[in-house]
């Protein structure tokens, strides 16, 4: 079965029980090492050409002898002897390649090996793997006695794993399951999806602040008014905020010539306004729209006495700027500019001189604190 042209196949593998040589593997050309190859039959070409370059008959012998013992390390894989002539062993190595190249793509050999006898008592193992563009050479150094070849087809055998030029090939996609497939019992557990992002979580709150307001522009008398405020804020997410008031007021009240002017009211307000985080603080816009109802009794000399009661709306906007303090509070700082649409006028009776009149245009402020009832403000 070992004759030039012909094709060796691989026989049944026995177990080899012999001496390993001392080998060092000098790489000319580095390919990725470490890959375990199998050498089990497989699709693609499994066709490794060795080339008989012997210098003298003892070198035929031994080289006779190490490709039968190379059929039997690669098991699986198709050895085909070429003679290329004894003058070979003495090319230079350049040379060797150019002469090696092209047959094995000529005949679509995976690998090509040969040995390489110097006068020194030497030998080296050539192993090359043509590519597109370029030939890996890897060189070992091996024992030339014929009682060594077992030896040295497994050092043959250790280059081709580090080259992976015979790797059993990827398997094949699985197939996509089909309606059966997924009516049909599964013994393992589908895989739990990812949990999805928890949405942001409205958070609610209780608000105290202690409020102030006037007059600004078209009013007389007196207009500003102190009390303090009781809400319930609302935050569907950061930063955003609404907040359902009711706010007790005092005054207005002015000391005249001849009397004394008191009032008092009560407002019920709906506001929203939003804050962007500046560092620890955050500050933003806010919008108010509020009813309000305002007492009146003006008390004059010689027993004038009058009492006055109404309602009216107010629009207001400014400013909302609130400190965290711990996770759940913050000190907040209101400021806005306001106004309503109606004015009431209060006269004298007895020459029609004006007591008060409501303004057009006020301010207003607040201090106080929000606490929210989980999270953070």
């Known amino acids: 079965m070992i004759a030039s042209g012909t094709t060796i196949r691989s026989r049944t593998k026995r177990v080899l029980h012999r001496a390993a040589c001392i080998a060092a593997i000098l790489a000319l050309v580095p390919l990725a090492a470490g890959a375990q190859a199998s050498f089990a039959p497989a699709s693609g070409n499994r066709l490794l050409l060795l080339v008989a370059a012997p210098a003298n008959p003892a070198a035929a012998a031994r080289e006779a002898r ?13 050895v085909e002897r070429i003679d290329l002539g004894g003058g070979f062993a003495f ?113 609610w709150g209780l608000a105290a602040l202690a409020v102030a307001g006037g007059g600004v522009a078209v009013y007389d008398g007196p207009s500003v008014q102190l009390g303090a405020l009781l809400g319930v804020e609302w935050q569907p ?64 000399g010689g027993g004038d006495h009058k009492a006055f009661l109404w309602w009216g709306f107010r629009g207001a906007a400014g400013l909302d700027l609130r400190i965290p303090i711990g996770r759940h509070a913050a000190i907040v700082l209101e400021g806005g500019i306001g106004g309503s649409p109606s004015r009431r006028v209060i006269e004298r009776r007895s020459d029609g001189s004006r007591i008060l009149a409501t303004p057009y245009v006020d301010w207003s402020a607040a201090l106080g604190f929000v606490a929210l009832l989980d999270g953070k403000p």
């Not at 190490?66 to 198709?78: H, I, P, Y």
């Not at 090696?100 to 193992?125: D, F, K, M, Q």
């Not at 706010?247 to 307000?269: C, F, H, I, Q, S």
Request: charged residues 20%.
């Open 91 to 203: 090319l230079p190595l350049a040379d060797q390649l150019d002469r090696v190249v092209p047959i094995a793509g000529e005949r679509r050999a995976a690998a090509t090996v040969w040995i390489r006898e110097s006068g020194t008592g030497r030998a080296l193992l050539h192993l090359v793997v043509p590519g597109a563009g370029r030939a890996p050479v890897r060189v070992a150094e091996i024992d030339p006695g014929i009682d060594a070849q077992a030896a040295n087809a497994l050092v043959a055998r250790q280059l081709l794993r580090e080259t992976r030029v015979f790797e059993p090939p990827e398997p094949p996609p699985s197939p996509a399951p089909t309606e059966a497939d997924a009516e049909a019992p599964w013994d393992a557990p589908a895989p739990r999806p990812a949990p999805a992002p928890e949405p942001p979580r409205p958070e």
């Open 237 to 300: 997410v950061e930063g955003l905020f609404s907040r359902l008031s009711v706010a007790g007021k005092a005054g207005p009240r002015n000391e005249l010539e001849d009397g004394v002017v008191t009032g008092w009211g009560m407002e019920l307000a709906l506001s929203a306004g939003y804050g962007w985080r500046l560092g620890p603080i955050a500050l933003g816009p806010f919008a108010a729209v509020s009813a309000y109802r305002t007492a009146l009794d003006v008390s004059l």
């Open 66 to 78: 190490f490709v039968e013992e190379l059929v039997l390390a690669l098991d699986g894989v198709s």
